[in-house]
């Protein structure tokens, strides 16, 4: 059974992105909302989108972060469920979105944001 390495959640009044790494090196950013009716309290409380992301994947959001690229999409198709992801910057925010969510992020959370990628990469590339 796999363990999780990171599991950082970036929570907002109504939607949540959460970045994790577990053990064998597979990262996934998960895109949640509230259940409806449910106030936003706990894990279970919200409905999450899951999506794998590879090192490359990564880098490039990380050039984003940097101000080298202004925008990147991707486009995932995981057992014949499609989902295109965009992340783009204005301003002091970043943007990262699929049809169901849209979440910003502020500048202290894209610097946790890039540590984090930068760690992940790393270790999505050992070998131990």
Not at 73 to 80: E, S
Request: hydrophobic letters at 40%; a positive charge; one cysteine or more.
């Amino acid at each position: 059974m796999t363990q999780l390495v990171i599991n950082k959640p970036f929570f907002g009044k109504s939607n949540c992105l959460k970045a994790t790494l577990n053990d064998v090196g597979e990262f996934y950013f998960h895109f949640g909302t509230p259940k409806p009716g449910q106030p936003p309290e706990g894990d279970s409380a919200w409905l999450w989108k899951k999506v794998k992301m590879n090192d490359s994947e990564l880098a490039d959001i990380l050039l984003v972060l940097e101000g080298k690229k202004e925008n990147i999409a991707f486009f995932h198709d995981f057992k014949g469920e499609k989902t295109q992801i965009w992340v783009s910057k204005k301003d002091a925010f970043l943007f990262i979105k699929i049809k169901e969510v849209n979440k910003s992020l502020t500048e202290p959370e894209q610097i946790v944001l890039r540590e984090l990628l930068k760690y992940c990469i790393l270790r999505m590339n050992l070998t131990i």
